[in-house]
RNA sequence: GCCCUUGUAGUUCAAUGGAUAGAACGAGGCUCUUCUAAGGCCUUGAUGUAGGUUCGAUUCCUACCAAGGGCACCA
């Protein structure tokens, strides 16, 4: 429609002799009082030709109304020279139909048609716990791989791991001074349990001696493999870690096609960054460095191979990327880390670019702010971290508890409460642009009303609930179409083009703001209109107006990788 | 010191350079004999500071202030 509008307003300066390039824009106005679609086109052209921008917009209004395309109603010149554009019942009703025929691709675009996109996120390390900002990660990753998808891509998921470094040996030492769990645990109680062994291990790494030693000699032994007990510990906490993560993105929702781990991506970068000395690596006191400053005076110098002659966390990367590309050859490879990566990122992107300037372009790189707790930064070191577990335990009793009276099976509870719990979490990750911090509270960050996962859930129940009734209503009559036309509908078209925005943007917050929006139309519409009732001359299309709104809302949950219950 | 990100109601967040800066939470009032009240309706209240560009600036530019991050062998 906006391109329709577009055109038109073209042709109509043509037709009133002007003939400069017009930068105007078509949009849809703040509020429903200025129709559903707005353009400038007089503002920005009245100086240009010496025009009051007022008398300008009545003449291409008059102009517009002599050949009106048969979706608008009406034309209007307001504000400083505003021209609104007002939709025609024709268009809503047509529009709601639409909807109910794309069904489950409502929304979808052809932007990335044939085109392959990687999504690397949430990145824990084994031997360490999963904490909030990896659950941030996910959900970022995991709605902007689902965008991606909606736009036409192939998406492939991935993960990258840290199964080597400093921290496998801290955990290591710190399950042989204070024992192993108890094999009859279960699984994330055991990753748990490694989690705490890490950060006392990582204690004494700061504060003992011997314990800096032993851990040290603990590191240099994962790497070589020769100490049978050490391996025997490694494989064991590896997996159960692995295993306790698995447990979580099922829950998550998430599936990744790729797991890529440090341990193998080290060697292979290693092997680049030395190829590429002198010409792009050049040694320096024993290390091997990059100097970015010298290709791009806002990078910095980074050590790529340390003195010692380990390969450090920036050669890992290039080995990643690069074997990533060799693997599927995306035409876009996007990573989602924290902020605190942001400049790292850049110096590894333009060394990789020198070497292979082709992809430059196909490399980006998303960060969201870290998550933070109101007494200063989280640190699986120190141990004051909150664990991925722990947060979803807490979200999901929240939600069994609201639902203690109601008539559900056990079965029924617990399934409503992972879906709802984890709903609850995503929203609130999801909700904001991805810029700053989150200082962490419970109570503040996780919600379960008004603006928040569950309120959408609730609104998609409601409508369904709608729909089943609908089903064993007998009134057949109630064929008009009503003349007035509700916000509800003003809005429910316009969801495919905010997932246009979101991709191009890759900003997962715009679907979650503009969901809430469309939620809130529908609650109002809910509580002024009886729908399933004999005195409704609307029923007909009010349940096919339901049923788009359910169908948009799910599509839209789903982008935001949350489930739609069909009760809660 | 240099670089990056972020400063919006009491709080948590919105607003491709547009119109009267939107929500939610909180506070106060109203609303279930009605399709799920995790709802709806009403009231309350904000652009860090100083300049600049523009018909028009929360948005772009400059300086400053504040918070977070990065800047050589951690990831």
Known sequence: MKEQIEKQIKEVLKNLGINEEINFSVEHPESFVNGDYSTNVAMVCAKKIGKNPRELAENIKLELEKNILKEISKVEVAGAGFINFYLSREFFTESVKQILEKKENWGKNEILNGKKVMVEYTQPNPFKPFHIGHLMSNAIGESISRVVEFSGAKTIRANYQGDVGPHVAKAIYGLKKFGMPDSSLIVSAQAQYIGECYSKGSNLYDTDENAKKEIDEINKKIYDKSDEEINKIYDWGRKVTLDAFEEIYKLLGTKFDYYFFESEMAVIGEKIVKENVPK????????????????????????????????????????????????????????????????????????????HPDLESRMKHITHGMMRLATGKMSSRKGNVITGESLLRDSMDVVLEKITERDFSDIEKREISEIVGVAALKYSILKSS???????????????????????????????????????????????????????????????????????????????????????????????????????????????????????????????????????
């Open 280 to 355: 792009i690596f050049e040694e320096s006191d024993g290390a091997i460095i990059f100097h970015g400053e010298k290709y791009d005076p806002k990078l910095h110098t980074r050590v790529f191979v340390n003195s010692k002659g380990l390969p450090t966390y920036e050669t890992k990367e290039i080995g990643l990327t690069l074997t990533k590309f060799e693997k599927e050859n995306p035409d876009i490879s996007i990573v989602t880390t924290a902020i605190e990566q942001a400049e790292y990122m850049k110096v590894v992107q333009k060394a990789i670019s020198l070497m």
């Open 434 to 568: 991805l810029g700053s911090d989150i200082v962490y509270d419970f109570e503040k960050s996780i919600s379960f009303e008004g603006d928040s996962g569950p309120y959408l859930q609730y609104t998609a129940v409601r409508a369904n609930s709608i729909l089943e009734k609908s089903k064993v209503f007998n009134q057949k009559n109630g064929n008009d179409i009503p003349v007035e036309i509700t916000n509800l509908e003003k809005i429910l078209y316009q969801f495919s083009e905010v997932i246009e925005l979101s991709y191009q943007k890759l900003e997962p917050h715009h679907i979650a703001t503009y969901l809430t929006l469309l939620a809130s139309a529908f609650n109002t519409f809910y509580a002024n209109t009886k729908i399933l009732s004999d005195e409704n001359k609307y029923m007909v299309y009010h349940l096919e107006l339901v049923n788009a709104f359910y169908q948009t809302m799910k599509n839209g949950l789903y982008l935001l990788g949350i489930e739609t219950p069909k009760r809660m």
